[in-house]
């Protein structure tokens, strides 16, 4: 098999020219890296990401925020066996919420010429992302949190109807007699702090800002943090919803440690359904993400736009989240 330093001295070049040129660094000049990918050919040269993904095979890349996440390790775990059971490779990249990466992401995977690309994101300026970059007729779906959030209509955009789940919870709780419910989230989470507050004059609460708290921090920190600071409310609350799981159970850590009993003193209701949910000690009811379904609706239009090309139909999707009753909520 050839190696990197035949090809370097066929083309006069150093090798690391040759091994930028093979990974398409912007910093050769196409004149060279076309000289060098002919030679390259011509030994019969497989790079490493041409062993793992032969060049017949087609490629879908995930742009995804981060993998910290309960959620979006679900989500990409149904993606990526949806996507092999049908007999494709798939690539994987984080954007780390950051909406320059994303167009970042997309610009190098259209440039690579992937057959297809799940953009799954939390940047409400989405549009804005599309209309800056070039999809090269690339199919391209969006999986997005907010139902009416994100309007791009020349690409296809699976949505889940945050409003709806978040007025299930508020709902079950007004039913079991709550009238005063706190709020605990963090700053990614904040479309649905806006969310809930909007929600609470339908049934006719008013916001409390002593228990209303979005942290600095993340997952279960944050929701600890949050919980220990609206247990120094005077008047206590009697409900909590968490902006998802993470934050629901670091929130009964501060609950337990202050002798207060859930769901006897505190009711809480979480988002997401993350794997744990279930198994805790005491069940945390939560609103369950049609996570599966997402992944399969989305893998299966992408793959549709990928073999018929010629289908120009957009499809907008919403999809809507259910109310899991476990044990951490009960009457007042």
């Known amino acids: 098999m050839a190696t990197l330093k035949e090809?370097?001295?066929?083309?006069?070049?150093?090798?690391?020219?040759?091994?930028?040129?093979?990974?398409?660094?912007d910093e050769i000049s196409e004149s060279t890296r076309n000289e060098i990918l002919q030679i390259a050919k011509s030994l019969n040269y497989k790079t490493k990401e041409q062993k793992i993904i032969p060049s017949n095979e087609k490629t879908i890349a995930v742009i995804c925020p981060e993998l910290n996440s309960n959620y979006y390790a679900q989500l990409l775990n149904h993606i990526n066996e949806y996507i092999i059971s049908k007999g494709y490779y798939s690539m994987l990249a984080l954007s780390f919420f950051s909406a320059a990466k994303e167009a970042e992401l997309l610009k190098e995977f259209i440039?690579?010429?992937?057959?297809?690309i799940l953009l799954i994101t939390e940047n409400k300026h989405a549009a804005e992302l599309f209309h800056q970059t070039k999809t090269n007729h690339t199919p391209i779906v969006i999986i997005a949190n907010s139902a009416g959030e994100i309007d791009i209509p020349e690409h296809d955009v699976i949505q889940i109807d945050e409003e709806y789940g978040i007025d299930l919870a508020i709902q079950h709780l007004v039913e079991l007699g709550h009238r005063k419910i706190a709020y605990a989230g963090d700053l990614l989470s904040e479309s649905r702090y806006h969310i809930y507050s909007?929600?609470?004059?339908?049934?006719?609460?008013?916001?409390?800002?002593?228990?209303?708290?979005?942290s600095a921090l993340r997952f279960e920190e944050a929701g600890y943090q949050a919980m220990n600071e609206i247990l120094l409310a005077k008047e206590?609350?009697?409900?909590?919803?968490?902006?998802?799981?993470?934050?629901?159970?670091?929130?009964?850590?501060?609950?337990?440690?202050?002798?207060?009993?859930?769901?006897?003193?505190?009711?809480?209701?979480?988002?997401?359904n993350i794997f744990v949910s279930p198994y805790l000690p005491i069940g945390l009811t939560t609103i369950s993400n049609p996570i599966k379904e997402m992944a399969r609706t989305s893998c299966t239009i992408l793959l549709s736009k990928m073999k018929h090309p010629e289908n120009t139909v957009v499809q907008h999707v919403t999809l809507k989240p259910g109310l899991i009753i476990r044990d951490s909520t009960a009457p007042v």
């Open 7 to 25: 090809i370097s001295l066929l083309a006069n070049v150093s090798i690391s020219t040759v091994s930028k040129a093979l990974n398409g660094s």
């Open 111 to 116: 440039r690579k010429s992937v057959d297809g």
């Open 198 to 214: 909007s929600l609470l004059g339908k049934y006719g609460l008013h916001e409390n800002k002593e228990y209303t708290i979005t």
């Open 236 to 272: 206590k609350p009697t409900a909590l919803f968490a902006a998802y799981d993470d934050i629901a159970i670091g929130a009964m850590k501060a609950i337990y440690e202050k002798k207060f009993a859930i769901p006897e003193a505190i009711s809480i209701v979480g988002f997401d």
